[in-house]
Nanobody, 126 residues
C-alpha cells in the first residue's frame, strides 16, 4: 500500500528556516516523482518544487528558487524540502505528492500526482 506522509511544519519568524519531510512507503521506481505543493487560505493550490525519484532532476517554482531545496535523504524513502529565508507569504498548508509511473507531463501539474499526503501547516510570522 502506498502512503505519503508529511511532517516538519510549524511556526517560524520571517527570515527563518524549516525542513519539511515526505516519507514514502510502497512501490516506487526510478521514474517516479515527488512534488511539494502548497495552499494558502483563499488561494489555489500552487506548485513549489519537485524531484525525480532517482534525484537526477529537480524543478522549482519561481517563488522557491534560491530559497528552497528539494532532495532525497540518505534513507532514500524520504524527500525533504529545505526552506530558507522564509517570508510571511510562504504561509500555507504544504502537501507532498507522489506519482509512481512514468509521465511526460510537466512536474508542476498537480493532476499528474496519484498519491497525496494530509498536509503540514507552515506559518511564517512577520
Amino acid at each position: 500500500q502506498v502512503q505519503v506522509v508529511e511532517s516538519g511544519g510549524g511556526l517560524v519568524q520571517a527570515g527563518g528556516s524549516l525542513r519539511l519531510s515526505c516519507a514514502v512507503t510502497g512501490r516506487t521506481d526510478s521514474s517516479s516523482r515527488v512534488g511539494w505543493f502548497r495552499q494558502a487560505p483563499g488561494k489555489n493550490r500552487e506548485f513549489v518544487a519537485a524531484i525525480k525519484w532517482n534525484g537526477s532532476i529537480q524543478f522549482y517554482a519561481d517563488s522557491a528558487k534560491g530559497r528552497f531545496t528539494i532532495f532525497r535523504g540518505s534513507a532514500k524513502d524520504t524527500v525533504y524540502l529545505e526552506m530558507n529565508s522564509l517570508k510571511p507569504e510562504d504561509t500555507a498548508v504544504y502537501y507532498c505528492a507522489l506519482r509512481i509511473s512514468y509521465s511526460l507531463r510537466p512536474y508542476f501539474e498537480a493532476n499528474e500526482y496519484e498519491y497525496w499526503g494530509q498536509g503540514t501547516q507552515v506559518t511564517v510570522s512577520s
